[in-house]
């Protein structure tokens, strides 16, 4: 497994822009597929984005595209989540999640490590 440690949460006013980091550390970080999922109080946790090993691929949620943006940095082992526009349905505990391949999974199941999570808090 890969240790995964999120950073970059808070509390924000609606319409305004928040970068999630996820430091990554245990194996190749590059041959790990990761994504970002999000957990609302009373709901399941959901697929928000995932970026492939290279970085020459990512994905989004059709409720994030055009605000959110998922970049990674393999020299630093880190993925981010720039989150533009929010709104107060953006807000729960954000997870960073790793999977032992260069390909996105938007499974929980299929990626087998995770972070702590980072709460986001959007205002209205």
């Known amino acids: 497994q890969v240790q995964l440690v999120e950073s970059g949460g808070g509390l924000v006013q609606a319409g305004g822009s928040l970068r999630l980091s996820c430091a990554a550390s245990g194996r190749t970080f590059s041959s790990n597929a990761m994504a970002w999922f999000r957990q609302a109080p009373g709901k399941e946790r959901e697929f928000v984005a995932g970026i492939s090993g290279s970085g020459s691929n990512t994905y989004y949620a059709d409720f994030v595209k055009g605000r959110f943006a998922i970049s990674r940095d393999n020299a630093k082992n880190t993925v981010y989540l720039q989150m533009n526009s929010l709104k107060p349905e953006d807000t729960a505990v954000y997870y960073c999640?790793?999977?032992?391949?260069?390909?996105?999974?938007?499974?929980?199941?299929?990626?087998?490590?995770w972070g702590q999570g980072t709460q986001v808090t959007v205002s209205s």
């Open positions: 999640a790793a999977r032992q391949t260069r390909f996105v999974s938007s499974r929980e199941v299929d990626n087998d490590s």
